[in-house]
């Protein structure tokens, strides 16, 4: 078993959509998780970064961690064409440990 | 499947010595590798694209005789950070073009003092 679970998808939604894409994962150690936005031949960029349990909003993103079913999520608001991406989810136990990545979810918005 | 690793996890080095770091794609063969460099709570920032046999693309700002890159074969490419100072200090982070896509390595942070 993988320590992060990732559905590769593609996951395909109309525009104006509420995307969820989430990750599950094995090692309760995990206190900083991370989603990053991958466009097509372009480096992954942070979207959001969270530390333990809770919710984190910003703008139309809003990232939850539940630990106690090892399960997060980030869900997009009033979804547009050009969040079409690659969204990946990465954790690690603190800032000096290495990042476990998930798969990636490939998210089509289609207008 | 699709597995990429990185050697080694953490490295701490003195001012003026280089480190090498290894990405291996573990069980597929990449012909392209990928190396990013990571500052706290920053996005990746791509360094340069190694393609096997043939010389790595830097981008811009790159220094490309300080960030050596070496793809010598299908499934390892390293890089060396020559004569390192303490502003090298970060968080290197590979990653290699397989079957289905792009697959990070866990990274590698390096502090130099």
């Known amino acids: 078993q993988k320590e992060v679970e990732q559905d590769p998808g593609p996951l395909s939604v109309p525009e104006g959509a509420i995307v969820s894409l989430n990750c599950t994962y094995s090692?309760?150690?995990?206190?900083?998780f991370m989603w990053y936005r991958q466009y097509s031949r372009k480096g992954p960029e942070l979207l959001m970064y969270?530390?333990s349990s809770g919710n984190k909003e910003d703008g139309r993103f809003t990232a939850q961690v539940d630990k106690s079913s090892k399960y997060i999520s980030l869900f997009i608001r009033d979804s547009q064409p050009s969040d079409s991406a690659t969204y990946l989810c990465?954790?690690?136990?603190?800032?000096?440990?290495?990042?476990?990545w998930g798969a990636g979810t490939k998210l089509i918005i289609k207008p | 499947g699709a597995v990429v690793s990185q050697h080694p996890s953490r490295v701490i080095c003195k001012s003026g010595t280089s480190v090498k770091i290894e990405c291996r794609s573990l069980?597929?063969?990449?012909?392209?590798m990928f190396w990013y460099r990571q500052f706290p709570k920053k996005s990746l920032m791509l360094m340069a694209t190694?393609?096997?046999?043939?010389?790595?693309?830097?981008e811009q700002g790159v220094e490309k005789d300080k960030f050596l890159i070496n793809h010598a074969s299908l499934t390892l490419s390293t890089l060396t950070v020559t004569s390192a100072h303490p502003e090298d200090s970060s968080f290197y982070i590979c990653?290699?073009?397989?079957?289905?896509?792009?697959?990070f390595g866990p990274g590698t942070r390096l502090t130099v003092t």
């Open positions: 069980d597929f063969q990449a012909t392209t």
């Open positions: 990465a954790m690690n136990r603190d800032s000096n440990y290495q990042l476990i």
């Open positions: 090692n309760s150690a995990f206190q900083y």
């Open positions: 190694s393609n096997e046999g043939s010389k790595a693309t830097y």
């Open positions: 969270t530390y």
């Open positions: 990653s290699a073009r397989g079957p289905s896509g792009q697959y």
